[in-house]
């Protein structure tokens, strides 16, 4: 299989399926001198990782992270750091339950890549969706991990704002209620609509969708290229690239479709510093595939889990019809867990960008790692 990097100068590879012995992935191109540990990246897979309430698969992965390699440090330094060779990062797979996916090895789940899989390659991995599987973000979420070590001064925070038909109050955002449930959410009576809902839904066999929104603050303004090397384009693409994600919008996105001119268009005033100030951001912090310097603001849906109980009708590989039913452990909104994938998505591309700037223009914006680490020396 062809096309698992993704990035210009921060690259990525990943590699692992669902129910083999492990997943990993290679980020090329992290510049030397970051200082970087296995546990900075464990917080972040700590987020995205299975089992954590009722409400997601209770397939129980620990996500434990190792650094194989681009990482050096001796008792001389303060603490490791990212050496600019490859950074190969592995994660085992511990709980698989391969048995419980027998009855689907020749039937095509509805609504999962099993057929399209099967005809493009002729053979496909029916143990939990292989390389198709939500398992797969895993390396993604410990890519992310490294990006957000590159973006010094950039926070980046997703929440769940849909579930179904029911989307959050943004009269009642609260970044730190997102912390205080296991939806992401930012709205606490949200959330705890949430729980009923997803409950019911559980009981029935069935799944629901969800929509994620992103928001990255503190980027620098002059990121992405015009045409075929936008901001916006890169991010689509890769929030797209996210398993069961159907469609992304920047911004106002779809809604902008239904404002006027006038209104769409985010007026500008003097700011401090030569740089204007906006009165609104409907342009999600982009324009002409260019940061502003505004928040960048992302949203992206996710289909509902096909792995259902519920009863479908399909057909096998032979062709002969079929009744699928699929068992075993599985989210019955996978938009949850998305929402840490989302967040590294968005950090891999930002710092990408950052480096291509950085490459054609110079040091346009702050740079952090301009000055080499000075090793802490101790006796030689």
């Known amino acids: 299989m062809s096309h698992n990097t993704f990035g210009h100068l921060f690259r990525v590879t990943t590699f ?27 917080g972040e897979l700590d987020r995205r990782k299975p089992g954590q309430s009722r409400f997601t698969t209770q397939r129980r992965e620990p996500d434990a992270v190792r650094i194989l390699s681009g990482v050096f440090g001796d008792e001389r330094m303060a603490g490791p750091v990212t050496t600019g060779t490859p950074i190969a990062l592995l994660i085992e797979n511990v709980d698989q339950r391969s048995k419980d996916y027998a009855a689907i090895r020749d039937a095509y789940r509805p609504g999962h890549a099993d057929y399209a899989y099967d005809v493009k390659y002729g053979v496909r991995d029916y143990r939990g969706g292989g390389r198709s599987s939500a398992r797969e ?52 009576r949200a959330a705890a609509l949430y729980e009923d809902y997803l409950d019911g839904l559980r009981k029935e066999g069935s799944s629901v969708g969800a929509v ?112 699928v039913m699929t068992k075993g452990r599985h989210d019955p909104c996978v938009g949850i867990r998305a929402v840490p994938v989302g967040e590294a998505m968005v950090a891999c591309v930002l710092a990408d960008h950052l480096l291509r700037h950085r490459a054609q223009v110079g040091a346009g914006i702050p740079w952090p790692f301009d000055k080499p680490v000075e090793p802490v020396l101790g006796e030689p």
């Not at 973006?151 to 609260?174: E, F, K, Y």
């Not at 595939?289 to 996710?302: D, M």
């Open 16 to 42: 692992g399926e669902s129910h083999g012995p492990a997943l990993g992935c290679v980020v090329d191109g992290c510049p030397p001198g970051i200082p970087l540990t296995e546990a900075d990246i464990q």
């Open 137 to 188: 973000t895993a390396a993604r979420v410990a890519a992310g991990a490294i990006a957000r070590r590159i973006l010094s001064g950039v926070t980046i925070r997703g929440a769940l704002v849909q579930m179904g038909p029911h989307a959050v109050d943004r009269a009642n955002w609260d970044w730190e209620e997102v912390h205080r449930n296991p939806f992401f959410c930012p709205d606490a």
């Open 212 to 323: 994620i929104e992103v928001v990255a603050e503190g980027v620098p303004p002059g990121l992405g290229a015009p045409v075929y090397a936008k901001l916006d384009a890169d991010l689509a693409g890769a929030l797209m690239s996210i398993n069961a994600v159907k469609g992304v919008e920047i911004g106002e996105g779809f809604a902008s479709a239904a404002l006027r001119g006038e209104d769409n268009a985010d007026e500008m005033r003097p700011g401090n510093g030569g740089a204007p100030t906006f009165l609104s951001n409907h342009a999600g912090g982009i324009l002409g595939g260019i940061s502003t310097g505004q928040p960048v603001v992302c949203r992206f849906a996710v289909k509902p889990t096909s792995s259902i109980l519920t009863p479908r009708s399909s057909v096998t590989r032979y062709g002969e019809p079929a009744e």
